[in-house]
């Protein structure tokens, strides 16, 4: 290290080695970034969103059940049986696949894998006994809404089960899979922001060691410029500075994918999934008069789930309801008049709203009309059974149910509007992500080659004056 040409190539190892040190750590946190999004984008998010769909099925299922009982002997209400059948084999196998994709993804947690097979067993004993109540029912030649009491019997049984058993455990396997999503992106977070301090650290190093090498040299060959030199300094501020944004720019992405995606997504197929039972909860008001006021209540419990508003009965709720699509967009909250109104809550409310993507305000209008108009069919099914019109309230429940105009329909079709948005902003969100990385694979290395060729030209003609 005492002569000029043992310092100089000291030197260019050193510059040579830390280029090498930022291309290691570049690549590094650009795969951590790739590994994010294809968990986010392939894996874990569609297996979340797979295994809410899992409590929507098995719900309609249930309510299925419970409108094919209703009808009795006549096979023409709503829809027709024959369709609420199909529709009931529909959703057996949508809840299959569902439970394929929990299984896969709580593979290895013990708890969560006899969880799903409790779930999987559990639709086994359920099929079992609602087979059972049809046959019963069917054998009675009930009329509708004169369920045959053993075909009650065992329906009470089936949906206990399905309401102690299954929908808890479907409905818990929803909430750990949002709980692995998110772990999973802030472990992927941690680790690319980590990487970018690398990055930048090494990348202000690189600099620092090219500009010290270039300082040498204009000191000891006196001469003031290195173009290769510069290339190279210049060259790797911009790899750094490009590495640093596109992480940045797809981190960016990556959440904008998870919150106003695949959260609010999964947000609102619990709403049309809840929203789904309180269509059982109305076919069991009518079929079920020893526990009609339990069916009421609970209705009203699960309706608070999917929009809230400060009421204690039905009938203040339908009135809550109802003022909503009016005042939209400005939802009801604490005014003077009452400051410990908490707001409009729920799965449809505050949340919904803030999720929204921008300039599509009018779709969850769209929603909140149609569940509004589910209320009032509500309110006018329950004052019919009030006065004792069993015929008419059945008429109107099945009215409801209607597999083409009813207002459960336009609910549902309305709600998955919504949440195609944000399957589709979750979908561009991924896609954009990939993007601002993939022009990395090839430009990253092809980068530091670049910078090493640059360095070796620029030391290469002084060392060549000492041989």
């Given at each position: 290290?005492?002569?000029?040409?043992?310092?100089?190539?000291?030197?260019?190892?050193?510059?040579?080695?830390?280029?090498?040190?930022?291309?290691?750590?570049?690549?590094?946190?650009?795969?951590?970034?790739?590994?994010?999004?294809?968990?986010?984008?392939?894996?874990?998010?569609?297996?979340?969103?797979?295994?809410?769909?899992?409590?929507?099925?098995?719900?309609?299922?249930?309510?299925?059940?419970?409108?094919?009982?209703?009808?009795?002997?006549?096979?023409?209400?709503?829809?027709?049986?024959?369709?609420?059948?199909?529709?009931?084999?529909?959703?057996?196998?949508?809840?299959?696949?569902?439970?394929?994709?929990?299984?896969?993804?709580?593979?290895?947690?013990?708890?969560?894998?006899?969880?799903?097979?409790?779930?999987?067993?559990?639709?086994?004993?359920?099929?079992?006994?609602?087979?059972?109540?049809?046959?019963?029912?069917?054998?009675?030649?009930?009329?509708?809404?004169?369920?045959?009491?053993?075909?009650?019997?065992?329906?009470?049984?089936?949906?206990?089960?399905?309401?102690?058993?299954?929908?808890?455990?479907?409905?818990?396997?929803?909430?750990?899979?949002?709980?692995?999503?998110?772990?999973?992106?802030?472990?992927?977070?941690?680790?690319?922001?980590?990487?970018?301090?690398?990055?930048?650290?090494?990348?202000?190093?690189?600099?620092?060691?090219?500009?010290?090498?270039?300082?040498?040299?204009?000191?000891?060959?006196?001469?003031?410029?290195?173009?290769?030199?510069?290339?190279?300094?210049?060259?790797?501020?911009?790899?750094?500075?490009?590495?640093?944004?596109?992480?940045?720019?797809?981190?960016?992405?990556?959440?904008?994918?998870?919150?106003?995606?695949?959260?609010?997504?999964?947000?609102?197929?619990?709403?049309?999934?809840?929203?789904?039972?309180?269509?059982?909860?109305?076919?069991?008001?009518?079929?079920?008069?020893?526990?009609?006021?339990?069916?009421?209540?609970?209705?009203?419990?699960?309706?608070?789930?999917?929009?809230?508003?400060?009421?204690?009965?039905?009938?203040?709720?339908?009135?809550?309801?109802?003022?909503?699509?009016?005042?939209?967009?400005?939802?009801?909250?604490?005014?003077?008049?009452?400051?410990?109104?908490?707001?409009?809550?729920?799965?449809?409310?505050?949340?919904?709203?803030?999720?929204?993507?921008?300039?599509?305000?009018?779709?969850?209008?769209?929603?909140?009309?149609?569940?509004?108009?589910?209320?009032?069919?509500?309110?006018?099914?329950?004052?019919?059974?009030?006065?004792?019109?069993?015929?008419?309230?059945?008429?109107?429940?099945?009215?409801?149910?209607?597999?083409?105009?009813?207002?459960?329909?336009?609910?549902?079709?309305?709600?998955?509007?919504?949440?195609?948005?944000?399957?589709?902003?979750?979908?561009?969100?991924?896609?954009?992500?990939?993007a601002a990385l993939s022009h990395w694979s090839w430009g990253l290395p092809l980068g530091s080659l670049?910078?090493?060729?640059?360095?070796?030209?620029?030391?290469?003609?002084?060392?060549?004056?000492?041989?």
């Amino acid at each position: 290290m005492r002569t000029t040409p043992a310092r100089l190539r000291a030197l260019t190892l050193l510059c040579l080695l830390i280029i090498a040190g930022l291309f290691g750590s570049a690549t590094v946190t650009l795969n951590q970034a790739r590994d994010g999004l294809t968990v986010l984008g392939r894996d874990a998010g569609p297996q979340a969103m797979a295994t809410t769909e899992l409590y929507l099925a098995l719900a309609d299922m249930d309510a299925v059940v419970a409108d094919v009982l209703l009808m009795g002997t006549d096979h023409d209400l709503g829809s027709g049986r024959d369709e609420a059948l199909a529709q009931y084999d529909a959703s057996r196998a949508r809840a299959n696949e569902a439970l394929l994709q929990a299984a896969s993804l709580t593979e290895g947690d013990t708890v969560e894998e006899f969880n799903v097979q409790a779930v999987l067993d559990g639709m086994g004993t359920y099929d079992q006994k609602v087979g059972e109540a049809r046959l019963l029912n069917d054998e009675a030649q009930a009329p509708p809404g004169d369920v045959d009491p053993r075909a009650l019997e065992v329906y009470r049984e089936a949906t206990r089960l399905m309401h102690t058993e299954l929908l808890p455990k479907a409905f818990n396997l929803g909430l750990d899979s949002s709980a692995i999503v998110r772990a999973n992106h802030e472990a992927g977070r941690s680790s690319v922001a980590l990487g970018l301090v690398w990055v930048g650290v090494v990348g202000a190093a690189a600099v620092t060691a090219l500009i010290g090498l270039q300082l040498y040299l204009r000191v000891r060959f006196r001469r003031r410029f290195n173009a290769p030199l510069l290339a190279a300094t210049a060259g790797t501020v911009a790899l750094t500075l490009g590495v640093v944004l596109a992480l940045n720019s797809s981190g960016a992405h990556q959440s904008g994918a998870r919150d106003e995606g695949l959260d609010a997504a999964m947000a609102l197929a619990r709403a049309g999934a809840i929203a789904t039972d309180m269509q059982a909860d109305q076919s069991r008001y009518l079929l079920d008069d020893d526990f009609a006021d339990n069916y009421q209540q609970v209705y009203l419990e699960r309706a608070q789930q999917v929009l809230f508003r400060p009421a204690s009965t039905l009938t203040d709720y339908y009135e809550a309801i109802g003022e909503i699509p009016d005042a939209y967009p400005d939802l009801p909250g604490p005014d003077s008049t009452d400051p410990r109104d908490p707001g409009t809550l729920g799965y449809l409310g505050q949340s919904a709203q803030a999720s929204l993507l921008s300039g599509r305000e009018d779709a969850l209008a769209e929603v909140l009309s149609a569940y509004s108009a589910l209320q009032e069919e509500d309110q006018r099914m329950r004052a019919a059974a009030e006065r004792g019109d069993t015929a008419a309230a059945i008429d109107i429940r099945m009215g409801v149910a209607h597999a083409d105009d009813g207002v459960f329909t336009a609910y549902t079709d309305a709600l998955d509007g919504l949440t195609d948005l944000h399957r589709e902003e979750f979908t561009t969100g991924i896609r954009r992500g990939d993007a601002a990385l993939s022009h990395w694979s090839w430009g990253l290395p092809l980068g530091s080659l670049v910078l090493l060729a640059l360095v070796v030209a620029g030391v290469r003609p002084r060392l060549a004056e000492y041989r």
